[in-house]
């Protein structure tokens, strides 16, 4: 398994309230970690809200004694919850922080994956399948049947999400498996790739460059960043 992460802050943004975490060898019970968080309230806020998310969840990884990584990851989720909560909570200026969360840890032919908010996992083989579910008000619209896929990108109301870690006592992610195999390639990314990058540009990208995911990573930001960078840019691939 290869990996590569990169964060950008983008074209409009004058701080990046990103962060990305990759290791390839085993922490704890989990054989590899990749994390990615999208912070919001703010510049300080946000900021804090995704470093402390992605410090918490991987040091709580590699002390957990649960026996499945599933519940290892729904214990250090807790956790993270839990110190963001309160240390907003404990300082005004970082009052109604939170952040978004994607995860994934692969094992032999199966990956767990966990999501809180719209940054998303991606699975490539054959085409590009996007795996997560958007915890976002637009994507409630799609289900509704109020608006169609297409329309989310561009909806005024994309950026409100209905779920984050830390601005409430209680989280709830979601957590599951899928099936993987070699050759797979797996995208976790923030809102700021694909609200810039329509999936079939994604996709092509990432066929293109189906050997070398660093320079994937480079161009896909690179790619976001020519469309506008109207937000921080998040990448972190893992080529099974």
């Not at 989280?171 to 995208?187: H, M, N, Q, S, T």
């Amino acid at each position: 398994m290869n990996t590569f992460s990169i964060t950008d802050a983008g074209r409009v943004r004058t701080s990046n309230q990103d962060q990305v975490f990759c290791e390839e060898n085993a922490i704890g019970g989990c054989p590899n970690l990749c994390l990615g968080a999208d912070g919001m309230g703010g510049h300080k806020a946000g900021d804090t809200a995704s470093k402390l998310c992605v410090n918490v969840v991987s040091e709580q990884i590699r002390l957990s004694d649960k026996v499945t990584m599933v519940g290892t990851f729904e214990q250090a989720i807790r956790e993270a919850n839990r110190a963001i909560y309160e240390m907003s909570m404990q300082h005004r200026e970082l009052r109604g922080m939170g952040t978004t969360l994607v995860g994934a840890a692969v094992s032999r032919e199966t990956a767990l994956v966990v999501n809180i908010g719209d940054s998303r996992l991606y699975q490539m083989r054959d085409s590009l399948r996007q795996i997560t579910v958007d915890h976002s008000l637009v994507e409630e619209m799609v289900q509704s049947g109020e608006i169609q896929k297409e329309e989310m990108r561009t909806h005024p109301n994309k950026n409100i999400i209905t779920r984050a870690l830390g601005t409430d006592t209680d989280v709830r992610p979601d957590c599951f498996e899928i099936d993987v195999k070699a050759g797979d390639v797996l995208l976790l990314c923030s809102d700021g790739l694909t609200n810039m990058l329509d999936d079939f540009i994604i996709e092509k990208i990432l066929r293109s460059n189906s050997e070398h995911i660093e320079e994937a990573g480079k161009i896909l930001v690179e790619q976001a960043n020519e469309a506008g960078g109207k937000d921080n840019i998040s990448v972190v691939l893992i080529q099974v």
